[in-house]
């Protein structure tokens, strides 16, 4: 676990311009100081990241929207103190300190508190606001241990070890525009939850502008060919080779591992636990890895967007 002193230390390399891993609520983050190209520079390389893909910054404090961004648009600090911290990324107009290498040359930079006391820490300590992507390498499967971190990633030049993070999937990435506000990323915060905070959500008016993460067709690919089970899956695998992640706890016989991801059709605990999952199959012996659907209502939406695009082209 962390000490304080973990902690500072970890503080005092991103000040140095170093590479710090760290935890959030949703997965591992892999940090740089968010005003230091050069420091950012690193992540990209040590992610094997295209340079196309922006970079969500982290903040400890408030404050850093006036720093980071032009924003005068008071919904934004409506979301804020309904969401932060917590898994909600918010893209806004960035300021000229905000270098472009975090955002991939957009004029926008997305950003978020998140919701875990390490993290938080480890931002306030930095003195300044952290870029951090997701800890893996490009296009595999996300982190939500520090020994996934470990098992994906040369050359960090420290990871905090917070344990598994509570929330499993990504943050929920929105912009807003005249009319409300857009989803760019599904996450654990629903659509009808930010409508309580904004009422009109619109869709496909920013896309084509913006670089959004669900362009990237594939993504959080294991290793291994992963299928969803759909009635032609079901005709044609071999179970004695495959692992089945399983929603429902039915129809489980035969499989060479299966792993349940809820007791209760839960879809919360299902997310919390689905890149665990997906790391321990790419980890054992089976051939490849088969995923019940889940119903594509409030997280199921997330997780079967992070499922969609585990198993394109396989
Ligand atoms: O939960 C999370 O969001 C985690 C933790 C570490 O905070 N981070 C994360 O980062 O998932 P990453 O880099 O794996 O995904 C960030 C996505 C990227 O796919 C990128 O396209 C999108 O956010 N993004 C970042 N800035 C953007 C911007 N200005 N406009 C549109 N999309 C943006
Ligand atoms: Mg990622």
């Known amino acids: 676990?962390?000490?304080?002193?973990?902690?500072?230390?970890?503080?005092?390399?991103?000040?140095?311009?170093?590479?710090?891993?760290?935890?959030?609520?949703?997965?591992?983050?892999?940090?740089?100081?968010?005003?230091n190209p050069m420091a950012v520079a690193k992540i990209f390389e040590i992610k094997k990241r295209p340079s196309f893909d922006p970079l969500i910054v982290h903040i400890s404090d408030i404050n850093y929207i006036k720093k980071l961004t032009k924003n005068n648009d008071d919904r934004v600090y409506k979301l804020a103190e309904r969401f932060w911290p917590?898994?909600?990324?918010?893209?806004?107009?960035?300021?000229?300190?905000?270098?472009?290498?975090?955002?991939?040359?957009?004029?926008?930079?997305?950003?978020?508190?998140?919701?875990?006391?390490?993290?938080?820490?480890?931002?306030?300590?930095?003195?300044?606001?952290?870029?951090?992507?997701?800890?893996?390498?490009?296009?595999?499967?996300?982190?939500?241990?520090?020994?996934?971190?470990?098992?994906?990633?040369?050359?960090?030049?420290?990871?905090?070890?917070?344990?598994?993070?509570?929330?499993?999937?990504?943050?929920?990435?929105?912009?807003l525009n005249e009319e409300g506000f857009e989803i760019l990323r599904y996450g654990l915060i629903t659509k009808e939850e930010i409508k309580k905070v904004i009422p009109i959500c619109t869709e496909n008016k920013s896309k084509k502008n913006i670089l959004a993460p669900g362009m990237l067709k594939s993504h959080y690919s294991?290793?291994?060919?992963?299928?969803?089970?759909?009635?032609?899956?079901?005709?044609?695998?071999?179970?004695?080779?495959?692992?089945?992640?399983?929603?429902?706890?039915?129809?489980?016989?035969?499989?060479?591992?299966?792993?349940?991801?809820?007791?209760n059709q839960d879809l919360k605990e299902y997310a919390v636990n689905l890149f665990e999952s997906m790391h321990k199959l790419e980890e054992s012996d089976v051939e490849y890895i088969v995923a019940e659907p889940v119903p594509e209502i409030g997280v199921g939406l997330a997780i079967m967007d992070r499922l969609k695009k585990a198993s394109h082209k396989k």
């Open 1 to 35: 676990m962390v000490s304080q002193s973990d902690i500072e230390l970890a503080a005092k390399f991103i000040k140095e311009g170093k590479v710090v891993a760290f935890p959030t609520e949703t997965v591992y983050g892999l940090g740089a100081d968010a005003l």
């Open 222 to 263: 294991p290793s291994k060919p992963l299928f969803i089970l759909t009635k032609n899956v079901f005709d044609k695998i071999d179970r004695a080779k495959a692992g089945l992640l399983s929603f429902t706890g039915k129809d489980i016989e035969g499989y060479k591992i299966v792993i349940e991801l809820t007791k």
């Open 86 to 175: 917590g898994p909600l990324t918010i893209v806004i107009t960035k300021s000229e300190i905000v270098p472009d290498i975090v955002t991939s040359g957009l004029p926008t930079v997305g950003i978020r508190m998140p919701d875990n006391k390490i993290a938080l820490e480890l931002i306030t300590k930095s003195e300044t606001a952290i870029a951090a992507p997701s800890a893996n390498l490009f296009g595999r499967v996300s982190p939500t241990t520090a020994q996934h971190v470990k098992k994906q990633l040369k050359g960090v030049d420290f990871i905090l070890d917070g344990g598994k993070t509570k929330v499993g999937i990504e943050s929920t990435i929105i912009t």
